[in-house]
């Protein structure tokens, strides 16, 4: 039998294959379709010398894959990225290589689109007038959650919170490639407090261990997206807000190995397990009733890269004839 084309789809071909209301859009109707994100594969992690791997494999319908990431530490002193990678996607019923997909490109459009789509409904309903955006952290995923935003929410204003003074330069100034103007702001100031305040949507993208500001300071009708921490020992946001808050998170098995947030809330009687919910189960905007912030923790799953990295491959393989 004679092979089959195998696409090579770089960092630019997935730019231009999905933008982010594409990849909600996918994220969603797989939920919706009645995916159980419970049965999704299990990621593992292998020594590298320098480094490590990441092993994330999943399969959703007609399609399978995995996406091997490296981190490797040294990598920034030496110009390059601390995280490179490669999605291979595959027929799911005959397991047949059908794509490579570049990794990184993969994940920062996946990573935002996952946090708008956890509470894009409740988001749009509490704010049907616009709302302002807030991001702490000025890392890699902090424009990419920005330009989400955009698409997918009626943003009035965006704010970057940095530690110092200039951090976040960075991001102001890729941003406006983009056409968006952010304010840079420091924590723990009056600006910052007042922002945080006023928002409608805040995103936590940073690698602290510790709560990045007090619960008090996030009003009743705003959505907070938690992204940062991936381990029961690191968290960005207080046990306190999660305890008066309606909690979500992409699965419960995830949820209880990995999203610190939650696990620390829990164990110090803020809440239990029973009133966190699945983002699976919360898919409408009348899912969440009363007056109070909503909170999505996301750890990032190995379907969710599956099904936008499908997706991309659609669009593609379309435009090839």
Known sequence: MASQEVLHIDSHQVDAALNFTGAVEVLRNTLAEGFDPETDGVRTRSE???GEFLFMPSQ???YAGVKVLTATPDNPARGEPLIQ????LLDGTT???LATIDGVALTNLRTPAVSMAGILPFAHTR???????VVFGNGVQAVPHIRAARQNLPITRTSVIVRTPGRGDHVVEEARTHGIEVDQIVAGSSQATGAIQEAGLVVTATSASEPLFDASLINDSACVVAMGSHSPEARELPGELLGR???MVESMATAKAECGDVIQAVDEGHLTWGDVRTWADSLDAD???GEAPVVFKSAGMSWEDIVVAAAIYEAVKGERG
Do not use: M
């Not at 990678?85 to 291979?88: E, I, N, R, V, Y």
């Not at 704010?127 to 955006?133: A, K, Y």
């Open 245 to 247: 808050a309606t909690v």
């Open 60 to 62: 959703v319908g007609e």
């Open 48 to 50: 590298l010398r320098g």
């Open 85 to 88: 990678g490669t999605c291979l």
């Open 95 to 97: 397991h047949r290589t």
């Open 287 to 289: 899912a969440v009733t």
């Open 127 to 133: 704010n049907p007038d616009g709302l302002s955006l």
